[in-house]
């Protein structure tokens, strides 16, 4: 079992940056492939990207593409989202997940634990 914590949300103007962190206890950390995803007002919680146990393998949705870097660092027990050129429809509340191990690792069903998320605001 794992228990997750994100931080690193805020405000920011569009076009900035923010770097989220998602720390995770248990001494399994290493075992298991990671996601981000992220919630909108009124909208259903979208994937944003992903990160197999080992780092070696990561996939992201097209509207973050080339925008938005997944990585993790299994010595910190920490999986982390840097996000550059902000745009205002990236306005959401983030959540990490962990547990997915099939390659459905766009649906929300697919991992076992989550953390409770953290605002990310972009300003236009």
Do not use: H
Not at 78 to 92: C, G, H, I, R, S
Request: aromatic share 14%; net charge positive.
């Amino acid at each position: 079992q794992v228990q997750l914590a994100e931080s690193g949300g805020g405000l920011v103007q569009a076009g900035g940056s923010l770097r989220l962190s998602c720390a995770a206890s248990g001494r399994t950390f290493s075992t298991y492939n990671m996601g981000w995803f992220r919630q909108a007002p009124g909208k259903e919680r979208e994937f944003v990207a992903r990160i197999s146990w080992g780092g070696g393998s990561t996939s992201y949705a097209d509207s973050v593409q080339g925008r938005f870097t997944i990585s993790r660092d299994n010595a910190k027990n920490t999986v982390y989202l840097q996000m550059n050129t902000l745009k205002p429809e990236d306005t959401a509340v983030y959540y990490c997940a962990a547990g997915c191990y099939s390659g459905s690792y766009y649906y929300t069903g697919c991992y076992d634990y989550w953390g409770q998320g953290t605002q990310v605001t972009v300003s236009s």
